[in-house]
């Protein structure tokens, strides 16, 4: 049996600390508080996409533009400005009345051809002292100082066009030509040239051209450039197929055709007898463009008949006789 004394005393054991940690709580506080706030954001948001309506907005008042009169004064109403920029708000001007020219007779311009070659026969014409029309070949040798000698005796200068006849190319039109089988680029570009290398000029005729003239699409090719160019066409009408004429009032372009060519054989009778026809149709029409060429024998004839055609017709340019067509 055992003592008593000699039993081991009990030990205690220590009981484990369970707080929870003041930081760790604070922070499981604040993510929760984020999370709300970011549940109570989406939730706004889905609500005023999906049942919110953008409210109506009030159109803003149109300022309206006063109509007034030609002396500025207003009229007792106005009209808002949208209707303004559509239709015009004051009376438009009367449209252009066209003065015919001022003339002491009947006009007729005669327009000599193929100038730029024959300097001497360029002078010969000069001297006649009557206006008159040149037409400028774009490569003549001379054109320079024939332009120079006849704006000085107040001569107009038209640019020569050479363009394709129907029988080329056995018959060439000669440098700077227009060809039917030019596409727009290079026509329109040739074009520009020729018109550059011929200064002070008022206007084109065609040097030429049986084939291009009947063209309607490279006829409105080139009457485009030169209505750009405020310039004139007179159609020399190499050929009775031509369609100068329709393209030229398509496009507005201020335009006329030649009455009677002078001088296409050369002998004296047949130049006294195609100028005594240049009157005859221009008394008939009330006006007439005549063309001749640099030839010994027109010139000759011409200077004996001025004044016979001086007491029938008045003398003036081709510019003129254009106005007086459009008139």
Known sequence: MAKQGSAK?????????????????????VAGVALMVCL??????????????PAPQVASKTKPIPITRPDSSPLDHSVPDYEAFHREAVVPPPPIKRIKPITNGIPVAIIIDDIGYDRKMAEGFLELDVPLTFSVLPEGTFNHSIIDQALKKEVEIMLHLPMEPSNYPSVNPGPGALLSSMKPDELIAQLNANLDRVP??????????????????????????LK???????????????????????????????????????TRAFVRKQLKLLIKRATRQGYAIGIAHPHPITLEVLKEMLPELKKAVFFTYASQVVAFQQG
């Open 228 to 266: 750009k160019r405020n310039l004139f066409f007179v159609d020399s009408r190499t050929s009775a197929d031509t369609l100068c004429r329709s393209s030229a009032e398509l496009l507005h372009l201020p335009f006329a055709e030649r009455d009677v060519f002078i001088d296409h054989e050369q």
């Open 9 to 29: 005393p009990r030990v205690r054991k220590k009981k484990k600390k369970t707080g929870i940690n003041p930081n760790l709580q604070l922070m499981k506080i």
């Open 200 to 225: 002070n000029i008022k206007g084109v005729n065609n040097h030429m051209g049986s084939k291009l003239t009947a063209s309607s699409e490279q006829m409105r090719q080139i009457f485009t450039i």
């Open 40 to 53: 109570v954001v989406t939730a706004g948001l889905l609500a005023s996409r999906f049942l919110m309506r």
